[in-house]
């Protein structure tokens, strides 16, 4: 039997970590670390100097990360193809490298219950039992969270409800055109969900939330629009990649 402690690290500020997400660190033998292609493995080097701090005592095992097809016109089928595949990858890891009554943490970006496939892969790899689990989920501080602290505002108002929906859902219309907020997720490098919402709108926008790069944009969607387009546009030139998050008020 292996232990498994998925853990909820934040959006890469150290200060982010609960207390219990310190203590699953502090007492596994193996982090395994996934690099990103291109760019973005900066996460990876983040995620690094977390468990150098918070896991000094833990072997840390390194491992390219399955690649998803981003440009598939099958959204759903690529990411079960890429979640398959980082299963594989998991369990062949922890076989490998894990042995037979040892611990090990998987590092999970912001809250692992939001948008997130690692709970799910290894819901597959205990249907598959190749691998004997036993393994917890430590919650973490999601970019929703991040973001409405940030700008000093919240989530949810009284008696209204507010939805977390992957962008998507907003450029093809697919959203529940009622009263509820939105918190925006997953956007599109080219097409940005602001664009199919309402002038009228307040947005609560950031990029990189609680990191040293931080940028945050609030206003009426039909005044801010482009100023958060540019925004987008330059910190995606500079860094290579953009992660961002918007919270939206429709009435």
């Known amino acids: 039997m292996r232990t498994v402690q998925v853990v909820g690290i934040g959006l890469g500020d150290p200060g982010q970590l609960t207390l219990d997400a310190v203590e699953a660190l502090g007492g596994v033998d193996v982090v395994v670390l996934l690099h990103k292609p291109g760019p973005a493995d900066e996460l990876t080097a983040i995620r690094a100097r977390i468990v150098e701090r918070f896991a000094p005592q833990a072997r840390v095992v390194e491992r390219d990360d399955a690649v998803r097809d981003r440009k598939s016109s099958d959204y759903e089928g690529a990411t079960e193809r890429w979640r398959d595949e980082r299963a594989a990858l998991y369990e062949q890891t922890l ?14 970006w912001g809250d692992p219950a939001i948008y997130d496939g690692t709970v799910e892969m290894l819901h597959r790899l205990d249907a598959r039992g190749r691998v004997a689990l036993d393994w917890r989920v430590v919650p973490g501080l999601g970019a929703p969270t991040v973001l409405a602290a940030a700008h000093r505002t919240t989530l949810t108002r009284t008696a209204r409800a507010a939805t977390i929906t992957p962008a998507r859902r907003v450029l093809d219309d697919s959203v529940d055109s009622g009263e509820a907020d939105l918190v925006v997720m997953l956007d599109s490098p080219k097409d940005h969900g602001l664009d199919h919402l309402p002038d009228d709108a307040t947005v609560y926008w950031g990029a990189y939330v609680g990191t040293p790069d931080e940028v945050l944009i609030a206003g009426r ?6 100023e958060i387009l540019a925004a987008r546009a330059e910190h995606r030139e500079r860094k290579g990649w953009l992660m961002d998050t918007y919270l939206v008020r429709r009435k």
């Open 221 to 226: 969607v039909g005044d801010v629009r482009a």
């Open 95 to 108: 076989l490998d490298e894990v042995p037979d009554g040892g611990s090990c943490a998987l590092l999970v």
